[in-house]
């Protein structure tokens, strides 16, 4: 129905659909009111077990299940034909994806196969006189823009975290709509050779609720020893300023800013960190950030929601023994 | 067990470096003054046999064999000449008189052999000693053939001048020996070529037996009062002897234990033959090996860089590409690339180590040791050189040349360089290390693009940014809008003022050194300086880009700032980095900008001295002992030392010095670009600077240069010692602020 | 073999300007370009131009293009592209494609690939750093109707097909596909290389090939916005800072957990 919206469910490596895929419902559920039209969920999978009761209890009205072993892994070739029927079949307004890698291929590609608009990255989706406005940050952080469409499906990518999703709810009702995917399998013209996983214990960056980071301010890589405990005992993830990897630090791929990583945790712990613009680009979304540095005019502290003047090398350590006494008394409780 | 002589006295090393010099020029009017004694005084008796027990033909054979010795001393030379000249062109032999000079302070006077006090002095000795036997030998040859005048008082006189010449030789090599067998010092982790060891036991066993052969003439001929084949018979008299004193005691020693006539007679000949192949052999071998120094050392010094400007040091200035559109190659990447002079410098070390005992690089375990690449540059050219002479004659080309830059000598030697001059500033042979390093980054960077991570981020950086401060969250104007918040009007340079305020991207980019450019500002307001500042028109003086071996965008930079500063009517500057202060003062006129350029520190003594500025002790200082860190681009390159103590001293500080301070300052790690290029392996520079800083007691660490500033205030955090002494890192001109605020409250008052 | 890249490459204000610099002209939906500070070349489409030149530095035969869509500024972008060993420029500038989207940007690039065709490998960053879109990249390979590898952190073609490490979020896949292909690349690939003084001073000599519109056989008007900009403006991010104070570093601490903790962040 040309009101409905159709929610992309994303699932992770188990075929459980992902935390994204909830924010998502949350928002379409929200967005459907204004639209005055249902919740779809594409479901698209191989040996899907229990996702579509999920879905619904997390806000769907219908759930589009495809269940095909051409759908095992990540296709955008395979994905994006199934999508593509079945939003020429369903005919949405609105068509919501993660900004995750999966939603960064297929958004565009989706939207260009309908020759439709696409807005990556939002953080917020809403309807005004009765058209869809996406904002989205846009400058590295610097600016938000609001974007309207003249064609309709109008596809948007939302930035995980910037979407609540609803009280799961059980006793939800809604309806389960079995399809066909229909591959063309010669259509799919990537195969993927391969997967390697570079990192396999703690959190991962992006998804970590606590991210510790540590800058120049550190002096050298011994600094981040210590932050990996931290990291560890409030069960986050390391993450390090430009400046840090460039001098080799820490490994590249925990750079956290403008060209490294947008991070979305709860909390967001900067050690050392002066706050160059480089780097609050990758934690503009963050609401609570501590900033430990001995400088007290660092730029880091303009952003900050507390602020510690004082040498990292002191407060660090205390903070560990703190937190695992804290925790430990917790234990014993 | 190893006795280490430590005195880190600059007098002394001073009066030292001052005696040598004075013998240098006393030694021409001692001779002249011999001279003029032996005609005034007429001819006395003492005299002694030139070619006593020796075959009459011996004299022609003595001067036979020095003519074919000098011709095989002159081909080691001339041999090596042919491979430097495979070099590029280079002109050295402009300002003959000022060479003449620095010859005679550093080559003949040795000016900076007692930097390192144990070599120093034995050196010394062994230099000294050896020349005077030398000339004694000429003296002598000259009596012999030509007119008898080492006779009487002037006889013995020059016996006992020849005998103590000889005795400070021999305690020169032994102190030589000791050092190399027993003490094994460090720098001569290089120095234990064959030839090296030979040498020593060669000159040791030349004076020996010298004195062995003194010692049984006197022995047979002044003690027994024989009669000598002089005049046609002298008699010789006992009392002689004692003017030859060591010849003295062993002659006696040798009558008083029975030694026969004839074995005495016997000893001394064939000694005599022996010293004689010993040290014609001496001679011929000057042309070769490491004793040819004398030569090549004495010619390296006399052609050393002469700068336009008054640079202390070759790296001081380095050479600009004249004409890119038609430079055959950027810098020196293969050995064709280098100058003649560059090549003859390789060629002229002789491992004595000073270089690499005060490397920066080196001495924190870097790969870069100033001899070592040198050696490495040497051993090439004597392999390829020739191959390459011939090629070049036959106009053909050898395929399997290796290039010098990042093969012969390794990527990590050539970017370690700090450019501190440590290495120059101690070379006794004035050996030019930076350019050369320098030269062979330009061939990385502009030939290759081959570079750390680091540099190429920051070449990046200058280059789309015009400064080397990325993700800078200031501007050039952030700290004037912020002055004028405060009330204080910071003048724009039009033209009509006396100085342009060069501020720099660190004094305007970087917070923390913002500060020292607030205090600066307030400080030539208070004095009334008439200055300007230029605001968003700065940009990079090149300094980093052309120590980064990036010379085209140095030049482009370089111009742009020579330009503005001709448009606006600029002719003198304040800088209060030393690297942009080296920069605009000794490499603009390369490029025709001649501007007269002061460092904050100095004018700031300036108007301390004038009483424009009236410091005054600050009290919350009592019992913070400062230290100031000498800037290698201040001290070193530029010669400026004692400014910024004045102004210390005039604060009623309490100073105390680190043990390497004035021009033998050590690097805080961040000249050469190193301020944003990460050191390669071993422990970081600032680090052990810092910590000299604790060892000295100081709790105040005074620095004059931004990029000292950020690296002493990022040790104070890190080095351990440094965070339990609890060392605060300030600018001069900070802490001449604050006083300088002190006396004005106090005058409220 | 013979292999033609072609790569496309945006020109973008400074993304490091400082905050302080960075206005916006609110009723034009402009960023107003800081003074001083000079457009620069976009972060990921240098490292596309990188990636092509690994695979001339593995492979050798391999002709790189440069395309740009943009005002004659643009150029900069190009030369500094032939600097790093690209080995053509082609700007395509016309006034009528000033205000494009990424849908009509993605239709005038795919209309220039098409004419610079034969091509094998079309690589794109993995978004402007302007707008950080990513979306003109997989939209070509749309357009043109070839395969696409997104945000890849190596690239590399071997018997005939392009072989590509796609970042997860955990680690990487390894993705083969036919060629001709599009590959969008992502900062992991490695920084872009420095150009060498000599390619530098050749890319000044360089012709860029300038194309318009009409070159390419599109009509302007014909052209259509997918998307319009409502409004642009500098978010209002005010955070209230506390400051934690105590006399000794453990009172500070002590005190800043008891925040987290009232907070229910620890």
């Known amino acids: 129905m040309a009101n409905d919206i159709l929610v992309f469910g994303e699932l992770t490596e188990e075929g459980r659909l992902a935390p994204i895929t909830f924010e998502l419902l949350g928002a379409a559920r929200r967005l459907s009111q204004p639209l005055g039209g249902r919740v779809l969920c594409a479901v698209l999978g191989a040996g899907l077990d229990g996702q579509s009761r999920e879905a619904i209890a997390q806000g769907a009205d219908v759930v589009l299940l495809a269940d095909d072993p051409l759908l095992q892994e990540y296709q955008g070739d395979a994905l994006v034909q199934v999508l593509e029927r079945l939003v020429r079949e369903k005919a949405p307004a609105l068509i919501l994806l993660g900004q995750t890698m999966v939603g960064r291929e297929l958004g565009p590609r989706l939207a260009a196969r309908l020759g439709t608009a696409v807005t990556m990255d939002a953080i917020d989706v809403a309807v005004q006189d009765g058209r869809i406005v996406v904002t989205r940050p846009c400058y590295g952080g610097n600016a938000h823009a609001k974007y309207s469409f003249n064609t309709s499906p109008a596809v948007v990518t939302l930035r995980a975290k910037s979407q609540e999703p609803i009280e799961r709810d059980e006793s939800r009702q809604g309806e389960v709509e079995r399809v066909q995917a229909s591959i063309d399998a010669g259509a799919v013209r990537t195969r993927v050779l391969g997967r390697v996983k570079q990192k396999a214990e703690g959190v991962r960056l992006e998804d970590a609720r606590i991210v510790v980071a540590g800058g120049r301010g550190l002096g050298g890589p011994e600094g981040f020893q210590m932050l990996e405990e931290l990291a560890e005992l409030l069960g986050g993830a390391v993450g390090a300023s430009r400046a840090a990897c460039d001098l080799g630090w820490y490994p590249v791929s925990a750079q956290v800013g403008l060209t490294g990583k947008v991070v979305t945790p709860d909390l967001y712990i900067a050690v050392g960190i002066s706050g160059a613009s480089q780097h609050m680009a990758g934690i503009s979304q963050v609401k609570n950030i501590v900033a430990i540095n001995k400088d007290p005019e660092a730029n880091i502290f303009k952003a900050s929601r507390w602020a510690v003047v004082a040498d990292w090398k002191e407060v660090v350590p205390l903070l560990i023994k703190k937190v695992r006494e804290m925790k430990e008394a917790e234990a014993r409780r | 067990m190893a006795i280490e002589v430590k005195v880190r006295s600059l007098r002394v090393r001073q009066l030292l470096a001052a005696l040598s010099f004075f013998i240098a020029v006393a030694l021409i009017p001692l001779v002249a003054a011999l001279v003029v004694i032996a005609a005034s005084q007429g001819m006395g008796e003492a005299t002694r046999q030139v070619f006593f027990n020796i075959v009459k033909w011996a004299r022609i054979l003595v001067y036979a064999v020095t003519a074919v010795i000098l011709l095989v001393l002159a081909y080691g030379p001339l041999s090596r000449l042919r491979l430097w000249l495979l070099g590029k062109k280079e002109e050295r032999w402009d300002r003959p008189w000022e060479r003449a000079r620095f010859f005679l302070l550093y080559g003949v006077g040795q000016g900076r052999l007692p930097n390192d006090l144990y070599a120093g002095l034995m050196h010394l000795l062994i230099f000294w000693g050896w020349t005077f036997l030398f000339i004694g030998t000429v003296m002598l040859a000259f009596h012999d053939d030509f007119v008898e005048y080492l006779e009487g008082h002037v006889y013995l006189g020059y016996s006992l001048a020849l005998d103590l010449a000889g005795v400070a030789a021999t305690v020169g090599i032994i102190m030589a020996l000791y050092r190399r067998y027993i003490w094994k010092h460090p720098k001569m982790r290089l120095g234990s070529l064959w030839d090296d060891v030979a040498l020593l036991w060669l000159m040791l066993a030349i004076l020996l037996t010298g004195f062995v052969i003194e010692g049984m003439r006197v022995g047979m001929t002044e003690l027994q009062g024989a009669t000598i084949d002089v005049h046609g018979g002298l008699a010789t008299d006992p009392d002689w002897a004692p003017w030859s004193p060591v010849g003295f005691l062993i002659g006696k020693a040798a009558l008083e234990s029975g030694a026969s006539q004839g074995f005495m007679e016997m000893l001394h000949k064939s000694l005599w033959w022996l010293h004689l192949a010993m040290a014609t052999g001496w001679v011929a071998w000057v042309g070769y090996g490491k004793i040819s120094h004398i030569l090549l050392g004495s010619a390296n010094i006399f052609f050393r860089k002469l700068s336009p400007t008054g640079a202390a040091l070759a790296g001081t200035a380095l050479a600009p590409i004249a004409d890119f559109e038609t430079a055959e190659r950027f810098g020196a990447g293969y050995l064709r690339d280098f100058t003649w002079k560059q090549l003859m410098d390789v060629d002229v070390c002789v491992r004595c180590g000073r270089c690499e005992a005060h490397c920066p690089a080196y001495n924190t375990g870097k790969e870069l040791t100033p001899m070592g690449f040198l050696q490495d540059i040497k051993r090439y050219l004597t392999e390829m050189g020739p191959r390459l002479l011939a090629a070049r004659r036959k106009g053909e080309e050898v395929p399997d040349e290796r290039p010098v830059a990042g093969d012969v000598v390794s990527f990590n030697t050539i970017w370690d360089c700090v450019t501190c001059g440590a290495c120059e500033y101690q070379c006794p042979l004035f050996i030019e290390h930076i350019p050369k390093l320098m030269d062979m980054r330009r061939y990385l960077v502009m030939e290759q693009a081959n570079m750390p991570e680091t540099a190429q981020a920051t070449l990046m950086q200058l280059e789309q940014r015009g400064h080397p401060w990325r993700g800078t969250q200031l501007t050039r104007t952030t700290w004037i809008e912020e002055l004028a918040r405060e009330g204080v009007q910071v003048p724009m340079f039009d033209g009509s003022q006396e100085y342009l305020y060069w501020v720099g991207c660190t004094g305007a980019l970087q917070e923390r050194n913002v500060k020292v450019t607030k205090a600066i500002v307030r400080l030539l307001l208070q004095a009334g300086v008439s200055f300007g500042v230029l605001g968003a028109e700065e940009t990079c003086s090149g300094d980093p880009a052309r120590r980064l071996g990036n010379e085209y965008l140095f030049q482009m930079q370089a111009q742009q700032n020579i330009e503005t500063f001709k448009a606006k009517g600029v002719k003198k500057v304040i800088a209060n980095c030393p690297h942009c202060f080296n920069t605009i003062r000794h490499e603009y006129p390369q490029l025709g900008g001649h501007f007269q350029v002061v460092h904050h520190t100095q004018l700031l003594a300036q108007l301390v001295a004038e009483g424009r500025l009236q410091p005054r002790t600050i009290e919350e200082l009592w019992g913070f002992p400062v230290t100031y860190h000498d800037p290698c681009y201040l001290a070193r390159h530029n010669d400026i030392v004692s400014e910024p103590r004045q102004v210390l001293q005039a604060m009623g500080l309490e100073t105390v010095e680190m043990e390497r301070h004035r021009k033998h300052t050590f690097c805080c790690g961040a000249g050469g670009g190193h301020m944003w290029v990460e050191e390669s392996k071993g422990r970081r520079i600032n680090h052990t600077r810092t910590a000299e800083a604790v060892a000295s007691g100081a709790r105040v660490v005074a620095v004059a240069c931004p990029f000292c500033l950020q690296m002493f205030e990022e040790g104070a955090g890190s080095v351990p010692e440094a965070a339990k002494q609890g060392i605060q890192v300030l600018d001069v001109a900070e802490l001449l602020e604050r006083s300088v605020a002190y006396s004005r409250a106090a005058t409220v008052r | ?266």
């Open chain 3, 1 to 266: 073999m013979s292999l033609h890249i072609i790569c496309c490459v945006k020109q973008v204000p400074d993304p490091e300007t400082p905050a302080s610099q960075f206005r916006v002209d609110e009723a034009a939906k402009k960023v107003i370009p800081a003074p001083g500070i000079a457009p620069v070349p976009s972060q990921f489409d240098t490292i596309g131009v990188e990636a092509a030149l690994r695979i001339r530095d593995a492979l050798g035969d391999v002709k790189i293009t440069v395309l740009s869509l943009g005002p004659e500024s643009f150029r900069d972008a190009i030369k500094h592209c032939l600097a790093m060993g690209a080995d053509e420029g082609v700007l395509i500038n016309d006034p009528a494609l000033a205000e494009a989207d990424h849908w009509v940007t993605a239709q005038a690039l795919a209309a220039a690939i098409q004419k610079l065709a034969p091509y094998d490998l079309v690589i794109t960053g993995r978004q402007a750093v302007d707008w950080d879109m990513g979306v003109v990249g997989p939209t070509l390979a749309e357009l043109l109707g070839i395969p696409c590898i997104t945000i890849v952190k190596d690239v590399k073609v071997q018997d005939g097909k392009v072989v590509a490490e796609r970042v997860l979020l955990d680690g990487f896949e390894t993705v083969e596909a036919p060629l001709p292909a599009v590959v969008t690349v992502s900062n992991e690939l490695g920084e872009p290389r420095y150009p060498q003084l000599r390619q530098i001073m050749m890319a000044a000599r360089k012709q860029v090939t300038v194309w318009t519109a009409a070159d390419l056989g599109l009509d302007p008007s014909q052209l259509k916005n997918r998307v319009n900009i409502e409004a642009l403006y500098v978010p209002q991010t005010k955070v209230e800072t506390e400051f934690i104070e105590g006399d000794t570093v453990e009172e500070k601490v002590d005190r800043l957990l008891q925040r987290l903790r009232e907070a229910k962040l620890i």
